[in-house]
């Protein structure tokens, strides 16, 4: 199978192959999986592929380039996490927005508990996309959780070596758990490894595009 546009993007030959299985194993015949991937409408085709039960949804604006684990340690507070780690790490950084505390990230989607443990897969950004973008992404993952600030201080404590240096690596959480600033603005956690070895913990904007500097963190719940 060729190419297929899908609006006004491409999808290859892997992606469609995994749309058209998924369509036939939801109960569409195999002509009928092939017609709507041909579509003007594959958008659509997509977003049913999203929706089916264990689905995981390909795109390859997000490339895998890393993957590693971390366990939630036995003295972690999510009450006092962001304070805790800000005090604790706070001098390690070129700079730290002193934005990120418990105050302002105070509802996040799960709370974690000593022991948990996570996969975690960095994707890299490979062309301009938007926060649902990333969302939609992430939530389509096998076990994909939301972990937004707090699992930013877990990656940089357990695994800050393994990040790949000059990107910003991005932590999600739900829009609605994001601190929102004095401008109306949801902010977005990130990590940023530079190529001299140094970080920042940062806050990106939910409104604004992320593109080729940017990665993706997606937690993987193992538990």
């Given amino acids: ?19 058209i299985q998924a369509l036939e194993k939801a109960g569409l015949t195999s002509d009928l999986a092939q017609e709507i ?28 380039v890393k993957s590693f684990g971390i366990v939630v340690p036995a003295d972690y ?13 706070q001098k390690e950084f070129y700079y730290y927005n002193p934005n990120i505390t418990d105050a302002n ?12 443990k996570f996969g975690v897969k960095v994707f890299q950004i490979t062309e301009r996309v938007t926060s649902d973008d990333c969302l939609k992404f992430l939530k389509s993952q096998p076990k994909g959780v939301l972990l937004g600030a707090q699992g930013a201080t877990l990656v940089y404590e357990q695994a800050k070596d393994k990040l790949p240096k000059s990107r910003w690596h991005v932590s999600f959480d739900e829009k609605e758990n994001l601190w929102e600033d ?12 530079h190529s001299g ?27």
């Fill in 77 to 89: 507070d999510y009450s006092t996490r962001l304070d805790t780690f800000r005090t604790a790490h």
């Fill in 1 to 19: 199978m060729s190419a297929k546009s899908v609006g006004d993007k491409a999808i290859g030959y892997h992606q469609g192959h995994e749309l």
């Fill in 182 to 193: 004095s401008g109306r603005d949801r902010r977005v956690p990130f990590v940023c490894a």
């Fill in 37 to 64: 991937i041909g579509s003007r409408g594959n958008r659509s085709a997509q977003s049913m592929l999203a929706a089916l039960p264990g689905a995981v949804l390909t795109d390859d604006r997000f490339q895998l």
């Fill in 197 to 223: 070895g140094g970080f920042d913990f940062d806050l990106g904007y939910f409104e604004y595009p992320w593109g080729a500097g940017h990665c993706l963190l997606c937690f993987c719940n193992e538990n």
């Fill in 105 to 116: 990230f105070n509802h996040p989607s799960l709370k974690l508990s000593p022991g948990l």
